[in-house]
């Protein structure tokens, strides 16, 4: 989990940006508020924020200039400049302090929410990157491998934690997943992870399970020495009757059937 740091003058304003995060499950380690860019200054050096939401105008400092000073001792923490004038002028600036996004007020909890994702996803490919040539463990402590050419592919979005979660369960379908944990791994409500998962890939987490069980399924089927009891427990079911019934409400026919079929 990380850390963030909120900055905005007004107290409404910090609260309903709380308010998004708690109702949208997301999780931090720690979430401190600031209320200009001399507080915010003084609190990213206190315990370094790896994201800050920051108000653009302030009194005193304004946030252009809080960012300025904090990128001097903190290069690689996102920053999400919020404001309520939509001026080029403004983007310009936010730029050239190479922030991470920069959203007009109001603030919509749709956009907060994918930029907050999309944050914690390029600094989860940051440590993932970190850590090669390390060792890992191949627990459920450790669930996401390297995975270079996902991040190229999916930076910057809500997709990286998706592509991930996929890439977890297509090596891990034969054990026995449960959503609560894998959903709390990336920092997610089981709710909020699997409207998001759905957005990402036009199919329910829990069906993509069952999806790539069946998948392997049918390879395994092609050959005649293995058991339907063999079968399910290779697949992650602990009952063959169970593995029958899954596999004849997405194919529409038994294993037996499909077997039977396949060796025609």
Known sequence: M???????DEAIEREAIQYIIKQAGLKFKVVEEAVNGIQAVAK????????IIMDIKMPGKDGLEAAKEIRK???????????????FEY???AIKVKAEDFIIKPVYNETLI?????????????KTSASVGTSSSSGFEEPF???????????????LLVE???????????KNIKLDEMCEMVGFSKFYFSRIFKQNKNIKLVDYIT??????TKELLKNPQNSIKEISSLVGYSEANYLTSVFKKWEGISPTEYRNKQCR
């Open 164 to 174: 991930k979660v996929c890439k977890y369960i297509d090596q891990n379908y034969h």
């Open 73 to 87: 001792f903190n290069h690689h923490c996102k920053i999400i400049f919020l404001t309520a004038f939509n001026e």
């Open 145 to 159: 491998p390297d995975d270079t050419e996902a991040d190229d592919i999916v930076t910057g979005s809500s997709a």
């Open 44 to 51: 990213a050096t206190a315990f370094m924020p790896e994201i």
């Open 114 to 126: 994918e930029v907050l994702i999309s944050s914690v996803a390029d600094l989860d490919g940051d």
């Open 2 to 8: 990380y850390t963030l740091l909120i900055v905005d």
């Open 211 to 216: 999806l790539r069980r069946i998948e392997k």
């Open 91 to 93: 983007a310009r600036k």
